[in-house]
Nanobody, 125 residues
């Protein structure tokens, strides 16, 4: 059974930092590209960041570039999203996702096969 479990969300103030983790089980994690997406209630799920299998290729949404950092530790089957200088507009449910057929990175939800249950991030002003 494939599971992606996010953790690390919470309530913080504007300017604070959070680190989200995504631990995978039931898949060969090092053979999957990984992405982070976020969703505000009533809106489409949007791309945040992606990293390829080895960690050598990374992409970010323009809205988080320079503030967020995606990384992964294949030995621990875990991916991370370090979020700095958080803004109220970063408030959303954050989801991690894994893609088994991607050799690079992708911002498209349809390229990802497995999804976590999401973790809430709330940034107060």
């Amino acid at each position: 059974q494939v599971q992606l479990v996010e953790s690390g969300g919470g309530l913080v103030q504007a300017g604070d930092s959070l680190r989200l983790s995504c631990t995978a089980s039931g898949i060969a994690f090092s053979f999957h590209a990984m992405g982070w997406f976020r969703q505000i209630s009533g809106k489409e799920r949007e791309f945040v960041a992606a990293i390829n299998r080895s960690g050598g290729s990374i992409a970010y949404a323009d809205s988080v570039k320079g503030r967020f950092t995606i990384s992964r530790d294949n030995a621990k089957n875990t991916g991370y999203l370090q979020m700095n200088s958080l803004k109220p507009e970063d408030t959303a449910v954050y989801y991690c996702a894994a893609a088994r057929s991607l050799l690079g990175v992708s911002s498209s939800r349809t390229d990802y096969n497995y999804w976590g249950q999401g973790t809430q991030v709330t940034v107060s002003s």
